[in-house]
């Protein structure tokens, strides 16, 4: 038995432990923690237990203490998965292998700017112009010499997750039309300065054209046999499309050429006028990797966790455009009997 612990992962890795558990040969134990205790993530577990929120010193030690505790045969991290990798020789200390790279490519490719500043002189990853900014006036200026080149432009912070400072900027915004609508990503040039303006220094913020085209994401996994790479273009509902596109896998053999990463990730792209550009390489399992390995009929976490423990696994891939969708459906993640007299 393999004891395998995920710690604070996001509600479809669901789906990556329920593939990481399909073992013909040996049975995989999966312990699980989040902070949200009633995450949905408990019932793919075989263990379950409730995150306290701590500083980074005391995370890595948390850790450390519920391997040793709990006997973690195999980390897979996601929350201060920077953090853990650049610790990782702690955690071999006790034996326990983890599921992330080596702090030397993490570091660079968990920052956006490093990550650009390491492609900018390749000649088969193409990377948008882009400004990186951390004051009100280097961001406008930023913008203005990029507004007078592209139709539109695009920002987040550098150091970000699932694009949730992502923002485009409109320069049509109805104010009052968005009243009545979702809340949006699209925000004004003028409102991004108001709330700038409040600020001597910020972090890090990355100004780059709007890439309108598809996106297109990778899910990648280096092997002794080859390198697993299944591109998906992202619909804009939930529907997405498997195309085997040669340059794209390309570009993606050149980035791993440079990061030569041994665990899953996922690198993502963005066209502009039918060119692919680097958007970002997530040093993780995707939301979406269980839509990639129904598709191509392959187990990219199971192959993960077998390559780490140093077994060789023959893997075959079935390279095929496919449409792929998913349904959401109901769990009961807590019961609570009600006495009626």
């Not at 191509?296 to 192959?303: E, F, L, M, Q, V």
């Not at 966790?305 to 792929?324: C, D």
């Given at each position: 038995?393999?004891?395998?612990?995920?710690?604070?992962?996001?509600?479809?890795?669901?789906?990556?432990?329920?593939?990481?558990?399909?073992?013909?040969?040996?049975?995989?134990?999966?312990?699980?923690?989040?902070?949200?205790?009633?995450?949905?993530?408990?019932?793919?577990?075989?263990?379950?237990?409730?995150?306290?929120?701590?500083?980074?010193k005391?995370?890595?030690e948390?850790?450390?203490?519920?391997?040793?505790?709990?006997?973690?045969?195999?980390?897979?991290?996601?929350?201060?998965?920077?953090?853990?990798?650049?610790?990782?020789?702690?955690?071999?200390?006790?034996?326990?292998k983890?599921?992330?790279?080596?702090?030397?490519?993490?570091?660079?490719?968990?920052?956006?700017?490093?990550?650009?500043?390491?492609f900018?002189?390749?000649?088969?990853?193409?990377i948008?112009?882009?400004?990186?900014?951390?004051?009100?006036?280097?961001?406008?200026?930023?913008?203005?010499?990029?507004?007078?080149?592209?139709?539109?432009?695009?920002?987040?912070?550098?150091?970000?997750?699932?694009?949730?400072?992502?923002?485009?900027?409109?320069?049509?915004?109805?104010?009052?039309?968005?009243?009545?609508s979702?809340?949006?990503?699209?925000?004004?040039y003028?409102?991004?300065?108001?709330?700038l303006?409040?600020?001597?220094?910020?972090?890090?913020?990355?100004?780059?054209?709007?890439?309108?085209?598809?996106?297109?994401?990778?899910?990648c996994?280096?092997?002794?046999?080859?390198?697993?790479?299944?591109?998906?273009?992202?619909?804009?509902?939930?529907d997405?499309?498997?195309?085997?596109?040669?340059?794209?896998?390309?570009?993606?053999?050149?980035?791993l050429?440079?990061?030569p990463?041994?665990?899953p990730?996922?690198?993502?792209?963005?066209?502009?006028?039918?060119?692919?550009?680097?958007?970002?390489?997530?040093?993780?399992?995707?939301?979406?990797?269980?839509?990639?390995?129904?598709a191509?009929?392959?187990?990219?976490?199971?192959?993960a966790?077998?390559?780490?423990?140093?077994?060789?696994?023959?893997?075959?891939?079935?390279?095929?455009?496919?449409?792929?969708?998913?349904?959401?459906?109901?769990?009961?993640?807590?019961?609570k009997?009600?006495?009626?007299e």
């Open positions: 038995m393999i004891k395998v612990w995920f710690n604070h992962w996001f509600s479809t890795s669901y789906h990556i432990i329920d593939l990481m558990k399909k073992d013909v040969k040996e049975q995989i134990y999966v312990i699980g923690s989040n902070q949200r205790y009633e995450s949905v993530l408990q019932n793919v577990c075989d263990e379950w237990y409730e995150e306290p929120i701590l500083d980074t005391e995370y890595i948390y850790c450390l203490k519920f391997c040793k505790e709990h006997e973690v045969d195999v980390f897979v991290p996601r929350r201060k998965m920077v953090e853990i990798s650049k610790n990782k020789e702690k955690f071999y200390a006790l034996n326990v983890v599921l992330v790279d080596d702090y030397q490519w993490i570091a660079i490719l968990n920052d956006k700017a490093k990550t650009y500043e390491s900018n002189q390749s000649s088969r990853v193409y948008p112009e882009y400004r990186v900014v951390n004051c009100l006036e280097d961001f406008e200026k930023a913008y203005m010499e990029l507004d007078l080149l592209y139709e539109r432009l695009c920002m987040k912070f550098v150091r970000d997750e699932g694009g949730m400072s992502f923002r485009i900027f409109d320069k049509q915004a109805d104010h009052f039309k968005a009243l009545s979702y809340p949006s990503n699209k925000v004004s003028e409102e991004v300065c108001k709330v303006k409040e600020h001597k220094e910020f972090q890090d913020i990355i100004l780059m054209p709007y890439l309108s085209g598809d996106e297109i994401s990778v899910d996994l280096r092997t002794s046999q080859g390198l697993i790479a299944i591109p998906r273009i992202k619909g804009k509902y939930r997405e499309m498997i195309r085997y596109d040669n340059a794209i896998i390309e570009m993606c053999e050149e980035v050429h440079m990061f990463l041994e665990n990730c996922n690198i993502q792209f963005k066209l502009l006028n039918g060119k692919a550009y680097l958007l970002e390489i997530n040093t993780r399992m995707s939301g979406g990797l269980y839509m990639s390995c129904l191509a009929k392959i187990n990219i976490p199971n192959i966790l077998q390559q780490l423990l140093g077994n060789r696994i023959h893997w075959s891939l079935e390279r095929e455009e496919k449409k792929v969708s998913y349904i959401e459906t109901a769990q009961i993640i807590g019961r009997s009600i006495n009626q």
